[in-house]
């Protein structure tokens, strides 16, 4: 089964619907599965003197946590447009939602499964709200241990969710490569017994491939048009042809990774005669003469006996005169 990338434009849209649809483009261009954005209303998520974090501060300024959020609110009907244009374009629209208001519009729209983030897995109420639609859900697991996990796991299953899939996380912007610990990713795997992958907060692009080589079967990516763009997200974002970069590394993976099985391949077969070696005649050797290690020698091409068979071949009579460098026959 292909890696699933869905490409994270979230709130990179800046509130305005027309460059959403610009990075639906984007994302489809860059061969991405999936475009992903954020659904919510600022003041049903956030208390007007919550704080914002360091990232946030640096890129937004001391304005409150609700007043950043406020400015890149997109309405339900600017939704509606961008699930009906990804629609056209041939992507698959997903949004995660952060209030109970957004899931009801959401689970209006046809969405197939819900992502959901890693700040909403203590979210009781949350999980129940999304379990109790029916559809599969997509775990971010950032800041979480794995008794938090476990938790939110029996939520979604006692109140109605069938299918879980994890992506491991590290909720900083950008994440510093000696925090992300890609091989706790196969630890979901084995503790939970569910499908994983990774939700990378990284710079680059080589932590993403590095997961995909490892197993992950989801991949998620922030990416913005312009990283220099004001807003929250942007400078931890991939731009248009680093996500291509990213979509092109993690399919040549796919294809690298192949089977468990061990031996020549298709492509490499017709190198066999020219790389590996024979036994030849060291010297000019006369029909009917012993060979020995004297005039036997061992060169390219591989088309005639196999060094392997040494032994069978020392102590053997010459069949017929051998010039030097020849193949012998036996």
């Not at 590095?210 to 974002?237: C, N, Q, V, W, Y």
Request: charge should be negative.
């Amino acid at each position: 089964m292909s890696v699933y990338i869905i490409a994270e434009a979230g709130v990179n849209h800046n509130g305005s619907v027309e460059l959403a649809c610009k990075m639906v483009d984007a994302a489809k261009t860059a061969g991405a599965d999936c475009i992903k954005f954020q659904t919510f209303k600022s003041k049903n998520i956030v208390s007007s003197w919550a704080g914002k974090a360091e990232y946030q501060k640096v890129e937004t300024g001391d304005s409150s946590q609700q007043d950043m959020l406020k400015k890149l609110e997109l309405t339900y009907d600017e939704f509606l447009k961008l699930k009906k244009y990804c629609d056209s374009v041939g992507i698959c629209f997903l949004s995660t939602p952060f209030d109970f208001d957004s899931i009801e519009f959401l689970n209006s729209i046809d969405m197939p499964f819900w992502k959901i983030p890693s700040g909403e897995v203590t979210n009781l109420p949350y999980l129940i709200a999304l379990a109790k639609t029916g559809k599969p859900v997509i775990m971010s697991t950032g800041m979480c241990s794995l008794d938090e996990i476990g938790a939110a796991i029996k939520a979604l299953k006692e109140n109605g969710t069938k299918e879980i899939k994890l992506l491991h996380c590290n909720t900083e912007y950008p994440t510093p490569f000696e925090d992300v610990n890609l091989k706790a990713m196969n630890t979901l795997k084995d503790v939970f017994g569910v499908g994983v992958g990774y939700s990378d907060h990284t710079k680059g692009i080589e932590v993403s491939v590095a997961a995909a080589a490892l197993g992950a079967t989801i991949i998620e990516k922030h990416f913005t048009l312009d990283r220099t763009m004001e807003g929250p997200d942007h400078k931890a974002s991939l731009e248009p042809d680093e996500l291509a970069m990213m979509v092109s590394g993690i399919r040549h993976i796919e294809k690298a990774l192949g089977s468990r099985d061990k031996m020549p391949s298709s492509s490499e077969k017709k190198n066999i005669g020219i790389a590996r070696k024979s036994v030849v005649a060291k010297t000019g050797i006369k029909k009917g003469e012993k060979l020995t290690e004297n005039n036997l020698t061992v060169k390219r091409p591989g088309t005639g006996i196999s060094p392997m068979k040494w032994f069978e071949v020392l102590g053997t009579y010459a069949v017929r005169d051998f010039e030097e460098d020849e193949l012998i026959e036996i």
